[in-house]
């Protein structure tokens, strides 16, 4: 058995628009912004959906929004997705990015967030 639970909505912008891009959505959901000192790619918008995290990371591509699944157990989270359609592309850190049916990307990565709200809204998988 392992939990996961939909953390991450991260908006990726081309590097040079990342800092216009943080700037209008922190405007636009009411959020305030900071980037982690070890992990500058991101530019995280704090508070702008409840129980969720929204960031603005920067890409080396195209634009496009792309969801972050945290687990108890990457392996067996990245299995059951598999099983449902979707196909392993990269891994990274620890993260497993996969592209679901209809070519969505979506990332699969070890728990982050708080341990009691994950226990609160992550779903039990068999």
Do not use: K, N
């Not at 590097?15 to 943080?22: H, I, L, P, T, Y």
């Not at 080396?60 to 592309?89: F, K, W, Y």
């Not at 990565?109 to 609160?120: K, T």
């Amino acid at each position: 058995m392992h939990r996961s639970r939909l953390s991450t909505l991260l908006i990726d912008t081309p590097e040079a628009e990342a800092d216009a891009s943080a700037a209008f959505w922190s405007e636009a959901l009411g959020a305030t912004v900071s980037s982690p000192p070890d992990e500058p790619q991101y530019l995280t918008l704090h508070g702008a959906v409840p129980s969720l995290d929204v960031a603005v990371q920067r890409v080396g591509s195209a634009a496009r929004l792309h969801v972050d699944i945290e687990t108890d157990d990457v392996d067996a989270e990245v299995a059951r997705l598999e099983a449902l359609g979707a196909v392993a592309e990269s891994s990274w850190q620890g993260c497993r990015t996969l592209r679901a049916p209809g070519g969505h990307l979506l990332c699969v990565i070890p728990l982050h967030s708080d341990p009691e709200l994950f226990a609160s809204l992550a779903r039990t998988w068999p």
